[in-house]
């Protein structure tokens, strides 16, 4: 059974930083992109940030560039996402989700969520003082 499972999320202030963990099971990772993703209390799920399957291209929206940095280890099964210089405005749940890559690379462009088929049941973020 395909499974997510994110971890790391944690109240914090502004200008500090998270590490947020996605534990895959049941799939090897090696062919799969993923993405990250947040929704805030009212908006849309948006894309922040995805890694292709082979972690060769990464793509983060602008909003998030030099700020946050996706990674991952295939032998750990294993896609972190490092939140640094945080805002109150990156104040979401952010959940990873899971889709085959292809060629060329599905994270070529922003990650939107209809592009993803597994998803994890997400992490909440708060930024706040």
């Known amino acids: 059974q395909l499974q997510l499972v994110e971890s790391g999320g944690a109240l914090v202030q502004p200008g500090g930083s998270l590490r947020l963990s996605c534990a895959v099971s049941?799939?090897?990772?090696?062919?799969?992109?993923i993405g990250w993703f947040r929704q805030a209390p009212g908006k849309e799920r948006e894309g922040v940030s995805c890694i292709s399957s082979r972690g060769t291209i990464t793509n983060y929206r602008d909003s998030v560039k030099g700020r946050f940095t996706i990674s991952r280890d295939n032998a750990k099964n294993t896609v972190t996402l490092q939140m640094d210089g945080l805002k109150p405005e990156d104040t979401a749940v952010y959940y990873c989700?899971?889709?085959?890559?292809?060629?060329?690379?599905?994270?070529?462009?922003?990650?939107?969520?209809?592009?993803?088929?597994?998803w994890g049941q997400g992490t909440q973020v708060t930024v706040s003082s």
């Open positions: 989700a899971a889709v085959r890559d292809q060629l060329p690379s599905i994270c070529r462009i922003i990650p939107h969520r209809v592009q993803y088929i597994y």
């Open positions: 049941g799939f090897t990772l090696d062919y799969y992109a």
